[in-house]
């Protein structure tokens, strides 16, 4: 018979990178570059330099899986890539890297990037050059993922690269164009599995949702919600009691 245990669902939560802080030390001013302005007010000659981006985990049997994705809303197209292991934030670097990818192929004058994540956001805005001058190190310790990072500083030297963080928590029905965006590259980015899966992965996240609803102080559904994504665990507003 099949073996259907799952791993811990509370050691991976703590055991995620998602879990561990990227603020700078106190005192420490951070640089930030030029934000992109909201999608809806780039001229329209500049939107196909647009991509929105975003990243995502599940367990599937006994493992995690990772998928990346970027969407192109002028062209409507996602691409993705994907892979076993790691976390959503990630996922959430890896989806940086593929959107740099698509605008050094075709050799785009600039890209803009639209992300959920607050961490991908900082990240690019300014914590890139202070990891950098630190050799990569942050409070001591060796800067989680900075391969990937390294990478993704490297190539935006050369490249221009505006910003912006997009609000995830806004109802489909009032979504602005900017967060209908944003929905098409988060389902691009869910990982698929199987039925016997979505099964054991629907009773996951009813846990995960009681665990960040406690954690977070038993707040309402709104601040229990962003305080699990700002920490890259997955949820639906649905999950959250």
């Not at 310790?141 to 221009?160: F, G, Q, T």
């Not at 996951?204 to 919600?225: C, I, K, M, N, P």
């Amino acid at each position: 018979m099949r073996n259907l245990s799952r791993p811990g669902i509370l050691e991976v939560i703590m055991d995620w990178p998602e879990g561990k802080k990227f603020e700078t030390p106190p005192g420490e001013e951070v640089s930030r570059a030029t934000e992109a302005p909201p999608y809806n007010e780039l001229p329209e000659n500049e939107k196909k330099y647009a991509l929105f981006t975003d990243g995502s985990c599940r367990i599937v049997g006994k493992h995690r899986r990772w998928k990346a994705a970027v969407w192109s809303p002028v062209r409507q197209v996602a691409e993705a890539t994907e892979g076993k292991g790691e976390s959503s934030q990630f996922a959430e670097v890896k989806a940086i890297q593929l959107a740099l990818d698509g605008a050094e192929r075709e050799r785009w004058p600039v890209l803009y990037l639209y992300t959920d994540s607050w961490m991908v956001a900082n990240a690019l805005w300014g914590w890139l050059q202070q990891w950098e001058q630190n050799n990569w190190q942050g409070r001591g310790k060796p800067v989680w993922a900075a391969e990937l990072w390294k990478d993704i500083a490297a190539r935006i030297k050369n490249m221009v690269v505006k910003v912006r963080h997009v609000d995830a928590h806004v109802p489909k029905n009032r979504a602005t164009e900017e967060q209908q965006n944003n929905h098409q590259v988060d389902r691009a980015a869910k990982v698929e599995v199987a039925q016997i899966d979505l099964d054991w992965q629907n009773k996951s996240e009813l846990f995960l949702a009681r665990w960040a609803h406690e954690t977070s102080g038993h707040q309402g559904r709104d601040v229990t919600y962003k305080w699990a994504r700002d920490r890259g665990v997955d949820l639906t507003m649905d999950t959250i009691a």
